[in-house]
């Protein structure tokens, strides 16, 4: 059974950091490319950050490139989110997504963790 746990979110002001932790499992997660995704109040959930499954490419929406910092540690499943330089609009739920290949790519979503950035 795959399992998404995303932790680490909460209230923060302006200008502050936090960093998002997602722990996987039930799948092989070393082979997984893994990414974050947010839904603001009343938005579209959209991309944030993605990495691929060994850590050596990474890729950023434009609106977080420069202040948020995607890794992985494959040795504890686990995947990270540093958010720093946080602004009112980072304000979202974020998701953890793993997208794995058995003859055909599967997607899978975490719960979601709330951030919520105060101005």
């Known amino acids: 059974q795959v399992q998404l746990v995303e932790s680490g979110g909460g209230l923060v002001q302006f200008g502050g950091s936090l960093r998002l932790s997602c722990v996987a499992s039930g799948f092989t997660f070393s082979n997984a490319d893994m990414s974050w995704y947010r839904q603001g109040p009343g938005k579209e959930r959209e991309f944030v950050a993605a990495?691929?499954?060994?850590?050596?490419?990474?890729n950023y929406a434009g609106s977080v490139k420069g202040r948020f910092t995607i890794s992985r540690d494959n040795a504890k499943n686990t995947v990270l989110l540093q958010m720093n330089s946080l602004k009112p609009e980072d304000t979202a739920v974020y998701y953890c997504n793993a997208r794995t290949y058995v003859r055909a790519y599967n997607y899978w979503w975490g719960q979601g963790t709330q951030v919520t950035v105060s101005s």
């Open positions: 990495i691929t499954s060994n850590g050596g490419s990474t």
